[in-house]
């Protein structure tokens, strides 16, 4: 079964606009963390946000928020007022496991969405 | 924020040739790096978890004697790929995390490898 599910291959948004980017996961963990990063076609991994299971605000970095559903167990990405230079391909990622242990920190990735923003 | 550079940022090589991919965190001692594969257009499969002075883990399905993996330093990961072939054509990315406990970690820009 996949861990993470991002079911939208892409997405189309218009400049300035917002747009939602689903990620529901799986885990019998209690101790989590979820994350979202940007890879432009360059390919590097541009960290966005980040959020905690056991944080009880939703995460916000900027024009990025998260909207973290716990029952739902899901975790979307909302980017406010889009630009141009946020077409790229976007992952959502999570961690499990317990701090401390050796393979600590090993994410496992969604499948990704393309973001397409236009003028 | 921290920095962690790979080297080489991409590579071409004959078939049965072994290449060698270099992580390096840059401004922060990396007690775990992490190396990924990805596919054009694919998403992020991690291969292995490499901790300094010990084994890597390997993920179940990736060969330890195809990727061999050395954490040496607190610094330095590299990931060799041996007797390379087309089908190890692929983007390969590695990130470090700072310490035990954080969640904090920081991708390298990756290295496309290209064998023919």
């Known amino acids: 079964a996949q861990k993470i599910t991002q079911t939208q291959p892409g997405m189309f948004v218009q400049e300035k606009e917002a747009v939602t980017l689903d990620c529901t996961y799986d885990?019998?963990?209690?101790?989590?963390?979820l994350f979202w990063y940007k890879q432009p076609s360059s390919g590097e991994m541009i960290f966005l946000i980040y959020?905690?299971?056991?944080?009880?605000q939703n995460a916000t970095e900027g024009r990025y928020s998260l909207n973290f559903q716990k029952a739902r167990k899901s975790a979307n990405l909302v980017i406010s007022a889009s630009q141009l230079g946020d077409s790229a391909m976007y992952f959502c990622?999570?961690?499990?496991?317990?701090?401390?242990?050796?393979?600590?920190?090993?994410?496992?990735f969604g499948q990704g969405t393309i973001l397409t923003v236009h003028p | 924020g921290a920095v962690v550079s790979q080297h080489p940022s991409w590579v071409i090589c004959k078939s049965g040739t072994s290449v060698k991919i270099e992580c390096r965190s840059l401004?922060?001692?990396?007690?775990?790096m992490f190396w990924y594969r990805q596919f054009p257009k694919q998403s992020l499969m991690l291969m292995a978890t490499?901790?300094?002075?010990?084994?890597?883990?390997?993920e179940q399905g990736v060969e330890k004697d195809k990727f061999l993996i050395n954490h040496a330093s607190l610094t330095l990961s590299t990931l060799t790929v041996t007797s390379a072939h087309p089908e190890d054509s692929s983007f390969y990315i590695c990130?470090?995390?700072?310490?035990?406990?954080?969640?904090?970690?920081?991708f390298g820009p990756g290295t496309r490898l290209t064998v023919l």
């Open positions: 885990t019998s963990d209690q101790s989590y963390g």
């Open positions: 990130s470090a995390r700072r310490g035990a406990g954080t969640d904090t970690q920081y």
């Open positions: 990622a999570m961690r499990e496991g317990y701090a401390g242990g050796t393979s600590y920190g090993k994410l496992t």
């Open positions: 959020q905690g299971s056991y944080d009880e």
């Open positions: 490499s901790n300094e002075g010990s084994k890597a883990t390997y």
């Open positions: 401004d922060f001692q990396a007690t775990t």
